[in-house]
């Protein structure tokens, strides 16, 4: 089972109580079952008895994790609990016993996998997942501050590159799709890749790696495209009340990949980003690390939008700034809250 690859965390995680407070799932379900401990001993039980796997128990508490990294980002041993889960999954899907629901996803997954590379030809390319689509202002405020710092790029558009796949467990189907993903960005001929959903970022630098998959170009999320840009652009300082926002971590970026540019690009622009919540370890990405948790689990998640929504020190009028077309979607249709991404804080100074 896969499961055993992480051994050493379900081991030091089952008696382990130091991070439930950064589970997001559990803080709103009050389950101790959605907790890193709570997921290590029901795995730890499926080491000595595998049967236990196919459970109700087992599997509906490994499909409802947020799988933001959390835990495992701030864990002073840094135990893998967000793999040991990853791999709970696949070992569940290789078993036959995965959820109708997850496996109907799946499927509709894995035919969305075809991509199309639309403009001239030039060195970039910019990827617009189904949340960046779902939400024009992303990629049309992506497009004028190219545009304003005389970046061509081409378009490459479809629908999953892998990586929902990869995190319902369905591992052989994630490395196809990545691969049709990979096939069309190297006829495409680009250098560079530039995507603004982390959930995207992490599938190109990190699962095409893990799953085989070669990428001819450099992968960048467009936080790290505009801190590279932004000495060329022209732009005005955000002025007053405006210019002081509420920046929320990106699972994908900060705890999967330390990725810092979303706070740099907005610290140059003359943002002030204001503390959020109680602390700067929790995630309040609303499920942004499960990918798909809306299409499985919406009640769950309007639970997590609520609970950002109540750390808010106003909800009607904080400013949320967000790296992730995910989390913007959710909080916006859970708990009605204001909310822009990067690309739209930047280039309204433009
Ligand atoms: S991830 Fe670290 S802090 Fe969290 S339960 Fe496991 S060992 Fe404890």
Redesign the pocket.
């Known amino acids: 089972m896969h499961i055993q690859k992480f051994e050493d965390?379900m081991k030091?995680?089952r008696f382990?109580?130091?991070?439930?407070h950064l589970s997001a799932v559990g803080n709103v379900t009050f389950s101790e079952s959605d907790t890193?401990?709570g997921r290590?001993l029901l795995l730890d039980k499926v080491s000595m008895n595998p049967e236990f796997l196919r459970s109700e128990a087992v599997v509906s508490t490994m499909y409802q994790s947020d799988l933001s990294a959390c835990?495992?980002f701030h864990?002073?041993?840094h135990?893998d609990?967000n793999g040991l889960v990853l791999a709970a999954r696949r070992d569940i899907v290789e078993a036959g016993a995965a959820p109708e629901n997850v496996g109907k996803l799946a499927a509709e997954l894995g035919k969305s996998a075809a991509f199309k590379v639309s403009g001239k030809k030039a060195d970039t390319i910019y990827f617009i997942d189904r949340y960046t689509a779902r939400q024009p202002e992303i990629s049309g405020a992506f497009d004028k501050i190219a545009k304003a710092a005389k970046v061509p790029y081409m378009t490459i558009t479809g629908g999953c590159l892998g990586k929902a796949l990869k995190t319902l467990g369905f591992e052989n189907e994630a490395k196809k799709a990545a691969s049709a993903f990979a096939k069309a960005l190297a006829a495409s001929g680009a250098k560079v890749v530039v995507v603004s959903n982390p959930a995207a970022y992490d599938a190109l630098k990190n699962d095409c790696p893990a799953l085989g998959i070669k990428l001819k170009c450099k992968v960048m999320h467009t936080s790290e495209f505009i801190a590279g840009k932004l000495a060329g652009l022209k732009l005005r300082k955000p002025a007053g009340k405006a210019s002081a926002v509420y920046y929320l971590e990106s699972d994908f970026l900060r705890n999967y990949n330390e990725v810092a540019a979303p706070r740099e690009a907005l610290t140059r622009c003359g943002f002030k980003l204001l503390p959020f919540g109680t602390n700067n370890e929790e995630s309040y990405s609303a499920g942004e690390g499960a990918c798909v948790l809306p299409e499985l689990n919406p009640g769950l998640v309007k639970l997590l939008a609520e609970k950002v929504a109540s750390r808010c020190d106003d909800a009607k009028k904080d400013t949320l700034v967000t790296a992730s077309p995910y989390t913007k979607h959710v909080l916006t249709k859970y708990a009605g809250l204001k909310v822009k991404t990067i690309e739209e804080m930047v280039s309204s100074l433009l």
């Open positions: 965390a030091a995680c382990c109580f130091m991070c439930r890193p401990r290590a835990c495992r864990c002073v041993s135990y609990e």
